[in-house]
């Protein structure tokens, strides 16, 4: 009788941890321009869920443990991702430093989810009609003790790779392109700048061919336009422009649209190039754009 009695006090404090943890866990977070909010929810199976409002969400079986870790993407700041791209670093430069703060807040986290654990524990004990210091205290260490499995067990079954076949919900299923515009960014940026300088020097070949064949910086009192369409997020697109406008002394550009892929505030980041150009550029939208399209190139 007094072990069932045991296992049922063990059971009651258990029960008031999780609900102490599962009402108050959730936390707000920044790394960089990204804010997120991040919660552990008890499940069937171990998910990792990340919520992109309003497109839907993404889905990976991660872990073994009856944990659904979420992210939520609450806001991004356009002007510092803006900024942080502007400063030119490399794949390696941004991912550490993301890890790097993203290791400080999962350690804060992990604190907190622990005290949440402790606390409700104790909070069991009242539900149990005890008020004794040592009654309390143990109640605690049994909730503490229940947190600090199941988060030894989600990291050591953790399984990372598991997000190179991630299931697509909402919107997100017609959209995978989210994540390989994400990963296109970061391992082909230092890829496309090489790629970039050797367009150039070929670029300069053929300006000295079409030169040499018509002369065109010696025809005085003409107007030259130069025409430029679907773009879509090339960034090797704005060099090419940048040099068309410098050897054949361009006073217009006139880009008709599909500067983007899916008019996306994000994407218009992708345009800041254009503001160097010495010339107006006219903008025609596209299909492919949208009024954020507009009004990123408006800031330019």
Known sequence: MELRQRIGETFVVIVAALVLVGLFNATQF????????????????????????PLGSISVSTHKTPIRIQFTLESINLELLSGILETGKGQQELLAMFQSTGAELLRN??????????????????????????????????????????????????????FNSPQFNGALQAAPWVISFAEEALTRVEDLGNQIQVISGNYDYLFEQIEALEPLGSVSGDVRILHVSDIHNNPVALELISRTVENFDVNYVIDTGDLSDYGTALEGLLTGGLAELPVPYLFVPGNHDSPATVETLQKH
């Open 30 to 53: 920044t790394i960089d321009a990204f804010q997120f909010e991040v919660k552990l929810e008890l499940s069937n199976r171990g998910l990792t869920e990340i919520v992109i409002p």
């Open 109 to 162: 986290y992990v604190i907190k989810l622990l005290l949440l654990a402790f606390l409700g524990g104790m909070a069991g004990t009242l539900l149990l009609g005890f008020t004794g210091v040592w009654a309390c205290f143990r109640a605690g260490l049994i909730g503490l003790s229940m947190m600090v499995l199941l988060l030894v067990g989600t990291y050591s079954t953790y399984q990372v790779d598991r």
